[in-house]
């Protein structure tokens, strides 16, 4: 078994990743790291979804980074774009030769006496390696890779069409003129069914319950406008903060004012779709808005789609498969050749590691998150978990850049260790991560807690991050510690 030693250890060389190493490079050049990605490529869920039409469904103002803005006037690009502006990045920087392909992450262990991790992972024909690091950066998202959620649905071994999930998407599916129907009502499925109609013979979105959904401009017209008289330098700070300012809004005045976000939305749907359709069945779900992340569609994509009758949407529940579709509760038959289960994913928090401490296991869900970041009593550790309701790209930045400011302020005091302390009182209840998608409902004993305030709160709101993690303490309800036999922390 083969032992290395870096300074910091990142995972997952996805879009939080890249950042997170280049963060590092520019602001402690000096520091040793290297990155483990279970998979053979960069770009992370931009590499592995290749389902038709996939996008990004924030902005790329905010979803690109902090340090390389984009460029491009798409303000909602493809995903082929975002992996090459990733892989791009990552070149620039020169942190793709940071890289260590198939590598899957699957243990690390605290040892207190030497103050460092000892990460253990699986490489090709089931070898382990394991890395040594003064500080373990984990970038792995939240949801596993390997597979997707797919209910189990009644008689789905009857059909004898093609059932895909749209996080395997097999390469060359002839959909042309097939009669294609996609279960599922979130951000994959509206995705998904204008991208498939047209070519297809007729796509239907089949929705248990439906979502809100909004149509956006695919380009920043302002942006383009700007681009001839405003210098580069200026303008985009500016469209990344007029971006996240806009998401921010929206998303306070949805806490505040849900009826009236209810009611711009259902306007906003009823302007898109022909006179007389049924906007509340298909489009008016029973939460309030932002309980769940709202379902972007640039230039109004689905509606289109809806109103030249290349797609049609039913609200209904699967009673069973058949032969050749799906029996709905309502009795109607839906005819396929071709189902694709847009129905979620399967939560897995810290890449699915498991973390010890001394060899004692960290139960997560007994963890309280700290500043969105970081684990109480877990030491030298931190993790990305982007916005909710906005961009990850904005929180990811925050987090390395913190992460930055930390790991200075350590060298500085010579401190070697550094640990949240968990907040008084009854431990709190809330999850991390704060949503009635069915993928957090499904694993939320699985997940860290958040406390009632700071920086224990999340309160998914950028500018009152920026002020926390840009300027605030970094020092606050943390414990810090030297180990004597450990080197002395360098400046």
């Not at 990155?35 to 979804?49: C, H, Q, S, V």
């Amino acid at each position: 078994m083969t032992r290395d030693h870096v300074d910091v250890l990142i995972v997952g060389a996805g879009l939080s990743g890249i950042g997170a190493a280049c963060h590092l490079l520019r602001e402690l050049p000096g520091r040793s790291f290297t990155i483990l990605e279970a998979r053979d490529a960069i770009g992370g869920t931009w590499d592995l979804f290749r389902y038709p039409g996939i996008r990004s469904d924030s902005d790329m103002f905010t979803l690109g980074y902090d340090f390389r803005p984009w460029r491009d006037p798409r303000a909602i690009a493809d995903g082929e774009s975002i992996r090459t502006y990733v892989r791009e990045t990552a070149r620039e920087y020169g942190v793709d030769e940071k890289i260590r392909f198939g590598h899957r992450v699957v243990a690390a262990d605290w040892s207190s006496d030497r103050a460092q991790w000892t990460v253990t992972a699986e490489v090709g024909g089931g070898e382990t390696v394991e890395i040594t690091c003064d500080f373990l950066y984990v970038n792995s998202g939240y949801y596993r890779y390997d597979e997707g959620y797919t209910p189990d649905f009644p008689g789905i071994g009857e059909f004898r069409g093609t059932v895909v999930h749209p996080q395997h998407w097999p390469e060359g599916l002839d959909y042309a003129g097939k009669r294609v129907v996609v279960i599922g009502s979130g951000a994959t499925a509206v995705t998904l069914v204008p991208a498939l109609a047209g070519t297809a013979g007729h796509v239907t979105m089949l929705q248990r319950s439906p979502s809100y959904v909004v149509s956006v401009p695919g380009k920043d017209r302002l942006a383009e406008l700007l681009e001839k008289v405003v210098p580069d330098g200026v303008l985009r700070p500016l469209l990344r903060w007029q971006h996240a300012l806009l998401l921010t809004l929206v998303f306070e005045l949805s806490r505040r004012r849900p009826g009236l976000v209810k009611k711009l939305l259902r306007k906003g749907v009823q302007q898109q779709l022909p006179a007389g359709y049924d906007v509340d069945t298909h489009f008016s779900p029973g939460y309030e808005p932002w309980d769940q992340r709202l379902c972007v569609v640039p230039d109004g994509d689905l509606f289109r789609a809806v109103r030249r009758g290349q797609a049609s949407i039913v609200t209904d529940r699967i009673r069973t498969f058949t032969g050749h579709g799906i029996e709905l509760e309502s009795g109607e038959e839906l005819a396929a050749d071709i189902v694709v289960t847009a129905t979620g994913l399967n939560l897995q928090p810290v890449g699915g590691m498991a973390l010890s401490l001394g060899g004692e296991p960290v139960e997560l869900s007994k963890t309280v998150s700290y500043k969105g970041m970081m684990l109480s009593g877990v030491p030298n550790f931190a993790m990305t978990i982007g916005y909710t309701n906005a961009s990850w790209t904005l929180k990811a930045d925050l987090v390395a850049r913190y992460v930055g400011r930390l790991l200075r302020y350590m060298d500085e005091h010579g401190h070697h260790v550094c640990v949240p302390d968990a907040p008084d009182g009854p431990p709190p209840d809330v999850p991390l991560i704060d949503l009635k998608s069915g993928y957090v409902l499904r694993s939320v004993d699985k997940l860290p807690k958040q406390g009632a305030a700071a920086p224990w709160r999340l309160y998914q709101n950028y500018p009152r991050d920026v002020l926390l993690l840009r300027r605030g303490p970094v020092d606050d309800a943390m414990t810090f510690s030297r180990v004597p036999s450990k080197p002395k922390a360098r400046v």
